[in-house]
């Protein structure tokens, strides 16, 4: 079992930042890769991004360029820094850890963008 904890989010304004935190503990794997992704109020679950185990990144269109995903694997840690933040970035964003035969989500933290 691997626990997924999401933390950082918020409201904050048009063209502000927020970093938002998935600390990961429990049968973490090396080799592991996670993911960010987002829900906005009556919408599907979005893919933002993602990032292999030794840092390979990729994102979605709409957020290329604002977005940057990382990760610490010796704190077993991935991080979301968003910047110039848009209203249609507003959603719960759920970390998720998947690995050979494992697929774990966090309960999702709210970030609201709005003036």
């Known amino acids: 079992q691997v626990q997924l904890v999401e933390s950082g989010g918020g409201l904050v304004q048009p063209g502000g930042s927020l970093r938002l935190s998935c600390s990961a503990s429990g049968s973490i794997v090396a080799g592991n890769i996670m993911f960010w992704h ?11 991004a993602t990032i292999g185990y030794g840092g390979s990144t990729d994102y979605t269109d709409s957020v290329k360029g ?13 991080y979301l820094q968003m910047n110039s933040l848009k209203p249609e ?9 998947k690995h050979i035969g494992s697929d774990y989500w966090g309960l999702g933290t709210q970030v609201t963008v709005s003036s």
């Not at 987002?38 to 933002?48: D, E, F, I, L, N």
């Not at 507003?90 to 850890?97: I, K, L, P, S």
């Open 66 to 78: 604002r977005f940057t995903i990382s990760r610490d694997n010796a704190k077993a840690t991935v």
């Open 38 to 48: 987002r829900q906005a109020p009556g919408k599907q679950r979005q893919w933002v």
């Open 89 to 97: 970035d507003t959603a719960v964003y759920y970390c998720n850890y």
